[in-house]
């Protein structure tokens, strides 16, 4: 494969990832309407911890488990974000 090939698998993969991140805060909007529902607070800092540390575990690179934190510390702000919305 060539770099336009490899550019091309790449554009493919940003619009899967694009596709399962919007899946991914649909579901979020879903979890603030229960939340708001039952009145427990959107931020769940045990939940996120868990998730964090069983992505580091699942994580076999080669992203480095740091830089896979920080995206999903991203990923959790905007799930959060869209929560409060529901609330």
Same mark, same amino acid.
């Not at 959107?42 to 069983?54: A, S, Y």
């Not at 995206?71 to 990923?75: A, D, G, L, M, S």
């Given at each position: 494969?060539?770099?336009? =090939?490899?550019?091309e698998r790449i554009d493919?993969?940003?619009r899967q990832?694009? =596709?399962?991140?919007? /899946? *991914?805060m649909g579901c979020a909007q879903e979890i603030g309407k229960i939340k708001k529902a039952a009145g427990r607070p959107? *931020?769940?800092? /045990? *939940? /996120? *911890?868990?998730?964090?540390?069983?992505l580091r575990q699942y994580n076999q690179g080669p992203i480095k488990g740091d830089s896979l934190e920080a995206?999903?510390?991203?990923?959790i702000q905007a799930a959060v974000d869209l929560e409060e919305e529901e609330g």
């Open positions: 494969m060539d770099l336009g =090939d490899w550019r493919a993969l940003d990832l694009v =596709d399962l991140l919007n /899946e *991914r959107v *931020r769940d800092p /045990e *939940r /996120e *911890r868990v998730l964090l540390d069983k995206i999903y510390r991203q990923i």
